[in-house]
């Protein structure tokens, strides 16, 4: 059975970083672009990040950009998000997703349902 855990989180200061990673396993994680997206109640979800299968290429929502690094290590079937420079706005429950047959950025960026997801990471950024 497919599985993505993730790690990391927790509480950070305002302009501090955190880190999230993400681990699959029971598919040929190579083959997959990987996603990050954020939920807060009372606000609609908000995608984040996503990487290309190999790596090469990345997407990052406009408020994301310049302050989070998604990365990926296929020999570790992991995906990464390095936040950094939070702001407590960026508080929200932070998920990995993917589906298959996803291998582009587009592929993955702007969908509204994945077949596979991680757990959740609580991220709450506060002084």
């Known amino acids: 059975q497919v599985q993505l855990v993730q790690s990391g989180g927790g509480l950070a200061p305002p302009g501090g970083s955190l880190t999230l990673s993400c681990v699959a396993s029971?598919?040929?994680?190579?083959?997959?672009?990987m996603g990050w997206f954020r939920r807060t109640p009372g606000k609609e979800r908000e995608f984040v990040a996503a990487?290309?299968?190999?790596?090469?290429?990345?997407y990052y929502t406009d408020f994301a950009k310049g302050r989070f690094t998604v990365s990926r290590d296929n020999a570790k079937s992991a995906v990464y998000l390095q936040m950094d420079s939070l702001r407590p706005e960026d508080t929200a429950v932070y998920y990995c997703?993917?589906?298959?047959?996803?291998?582009?950025?587009?592929?993955?960026?702007?969908?509204?349902?994945?077949?596979?997801w991680g757990q959740g990471t609580q991220v709450t950024v506060s002084a």
């Open positions: 990487i290309n299968w190999s790596g090469h290429s990345t």
């Open positions: 997703v993917t589906s298959p047959g996803v291998q582009s950025v587009t592929d993955i960026v702007g969908r509204n349902d994945y077949d596979y």
């Open positions: 029971g598919l040929t994680f190579s083959s997959y672009a």
